[in-house]
T-cell receptor, first 112, second 111 residues
């Protein structure tokens, strides 16, 4: 079974631009969560989607948004990029019920 | 705030020896999960082991086992017969749909 796939692996943007990251979950997983990982703040929860609905949201500004499609694939969008948005963005999928989250390789976003 | 604390930023162990990584957490929930994830330099977060809080029996996965002390809110990871491939950042996490992570422990395995 294929794992969680995140694209692209690397991304370089400049301040003020916007970016869209993509995540394809493990087949059959309906829950997708997003995390931001930085050296200073560590791993922080962004949001979680289940059946195309946002169920949980972390403490991030409205510039961070996401969505989930009917095939459970998810996208995360960051608008008006700031230098502090430079981070590794990790996506995880989870089966229904009480399963553990399984992570993708992440997208490394660098803001110049 | 419901936090997860890993008090050891770095640990080292000799190959074939045993090492224990510490984790404490704070929660007001009665039913929750605890996890240990491993993140090698390749950066993928890999699930090592999980524990369901309502289960008293400590989880075990091959060379990896946990010591879960619910009353003390402690969840340590023991790695037996350490191998070079065990070198990585280890993160303790609590939650289910929304994981709260500790800051991590960098484990070095010396040959």
């Amino acid at each position: 079974k294929a794992g969680v796939t995140q694209t692209p692996r690397y991304l370089i943007k400049t301040r003020g631009q916007q970016v869209t990251l993509s995540c394809s979950p493990i087949s059959g997983h309906r829950s997708v969560s997003w995390y931001q990982q930085t050296p200073g703040q560590g791993l922080q929860f962004l949001f979680e989607y289940f059946s195309e609905t946002q169920r949980n949201k972390g403490n991030f500004p409205g510039r961070f948004s996401g969505r989930q499609f009917s095939n459970s694939r998810s996208e995360m969008n960051v608008s008006t990029l700031e230098l502090g948005d430079s981070a590794l963005y990790l996506c995880a999928s989870r089966p229904s019920g009480r399963g553990a989250q399984h992570f993708g390789d992440g997208t490394r976003l660098s803001i110049l | 705030a419901q936090t997860v604390t890993q008090s050891q930023p770095e640990m080292s162990v000799q190959e074939a020896e045993t090492v224990t990584l510490s984790c404490t957490y704070d929660t007001s929930e009665s039913d929750y999960y605890l996890f240990w994830y491993k993140q090698p330099p390749s950066r993928q977060m890999i699930l090592v082991i999980r524990q369901e809080a309502y289960k008293q029996q400590n989880a075990t996965e091959n060379r990896f086992s946990v010591n879960f002390q619910k009353a003390a809110k402690s969840f340590s990871l023991k790695i037996s017969d350490s191998q070079l491939g065990d070198a990585a950042m280890y993160f303790c996490a609590r939650g289910s749909e929304k994981l709260v992570f500790g800051k991590g422990t960098k484990l070095t395995v010396n040959p």
